[in-house]
């Protein structure tokens, strides 16, 4: 237990420094964690008997997150594109396989892991980055500026007595930096609600066969408490709509639930318990970042699709 919470600290305070800060951090953390994240995916398969094209598929990683960094979605699918043509090749040809099971599992995980990286770069990026002597689109701006008619009521006016709550390391913090606040706490909300509601209170197994241990009990508190997490964080923290970050944390709390599952799926199919030993007391990267990968791109379009920015 001492391991598990020295390296949550850690891990904590590098996420923070990094969703903080932004820019090349940022993003050079995002490739690197694509990186654990492939080198695990890729063990998983081949303890199954499945070779990953693991080089190559390394190389598509980097290329995929560079391009969500620069943000060019036309280079981003073209990079899928010809890597999807390219493993098959590798694949069928060169390695003189006549299996595409293996090719079909490089292209999966590529857009297993590749992907969510890319959303979650792109969400910390959304508003672009200021040239020198420009000014940042601060959370500020766009909460006002997609205000509904119950967020103009001004909730937070209720505890203006109580000292104000900054997160940020400067006074204003950018919009990109507060949207990936709302999703790791949201995602981190949702894992710790579902364990220890489900523990406390669960009785009716949500899918025995992929995960024993999770509940219908577990899966209702993770969407109360997701909720309530995107209230705190998104409007009375960050000031976003308070409606639209309810709605936000009920799509997270599911999201969240189908990642979690799909993780347990594959490692049930490789028979191992924990994807890796990179996260002393937590298991793996895909332990860990199982729900990020369906959160990250389903808060990315949903941030689009609400006109929240």
């Not at 400067?170 to 995602?187: E, M």
């Not at 909300?189 to 489900?198: K, L, N, P, V």
């Amino acid at each position: 237990m001492a391991l598990r919470i020295i390296t949550g600290i850690i891990g904590i305070a590098i996420a923070a420094f990094v969703i903080q800060y932004g820019g090349a951090p940022f993003a050079g953390f995002a490739i690197f964690l694509s990186l654990l994240a492939w080198h695990e995916f890729s063990g998983a398969f081949r303890r199954a008997g499945v070779i990953t094209t693991y080089i190559f598929g390394a190389l598509t990683l980097i290329l995929l997150e560079c391009c969500a960094w620069l943000g060019n979605v036309e280079e981003l699918l073209a990079v899928l594109t010809i890597s999807m043509m390219m493993i098959f090749l590798l694949t069928v040809i060169l390695r003189g396989s006549t299996r595409p099971t293996d090719a079909c599992v490089s292209i999966a995980g590529i857009m297993y892991i590749g992907l969510p990286f890319a959303h979650l770069i792109f969400l910390r990026f959304m508003t672009d980055e200021p040239q020198p002597g420009e000014a940042v689109t601060t959370v500020k701006e766009i909460a006002t500026n997609n205000a509904t008619l119950l967020d103009k009521l001004n909730l937070g006016d209720l505890l203006s007595f109580l000292p104000t709550i900054d997160l940020s390391l400067n006074v204003n913090v950018d919009a990109g930096c507060a949207l990936v606040w709302v999703l790791f706490a949201c995602t981190w909300a949702s894992d710790t609600f579902a364990y220890f509601i489900g523990s406390a209170f669960g009785s009716h197994k949500l899918a025995s066969s992929i995960s024993p241990g999770k509940t219908v009990e577990g899966f209702l508190g993770s969407i109360v408490g997701t909720i309530l997490t995107a209230v705190v964080v998104g409007t009375f923290i960050f000031g976003l709509p308070l409606i639209k970050m309810a709605v936000a944390g009920f799509i997270l709390a599911l999201a969240a639930t189908f990642g979690d599952l799909s993780e347990s799926v594959l490692k049930r199919f490789a028979n191992i318990k924990d994807s890796g030993i990179f996260l002393p007391g937590h298991g793996g990267v895909l332990d860990r970042f199982d729900s990020i990968f369906f959160t990250a791109p389903a808060f990315y379009y949903y941030i689009i699709l609400a006109g929240i920015a």
